[in-house]
């Protein structure tokens, strides 16, 4: 019994010596800098806080367009003569 104990007093405190970084870090990144899987899951948050901001600007972006097209055509028809086209010409009406 007394030897199990000493294993587990000498082994325990010489393991977390070895793996001291592992200890301090994080539970998700390990600390590690480089690493594929923490840059991955870093990535990924910044994908995610992003994407509400880029489906935001996408429809604000599609709204000024739209109101664009729709004053230039407006602009359009109030230049041209509108009036010649709804005359009426009895030449055409065939009577």
Not at 20 to 49: E, I, K
């Amino acid at each position: 019994m007394k030897k199990k104990i000493s294993f587990i007093f000498f082994t325990v405190p010489a393991f977390l010596v070895v793996r001291a970084a592992q200890l301090w870090a994080c539970a998700v990144c390990l600390g590690g800098s480089g690493d594929g899987v923490a840059d991955g899951y870093n990535a990924s948050v910044l994908f995610l806080m992003s994407t509400p901001y880029m489906v935001f600007g996408a429809i604000v972006g599609g709204l000024i367009l739209s109101y664009r097209r729709t004053r230039r055509r407006r602009e359009q028809a109030e230049d041209s003569d509108s009036t010649m086209n709804l005359a009426w010409k009895q030449e055409e009406s065939g009577r």
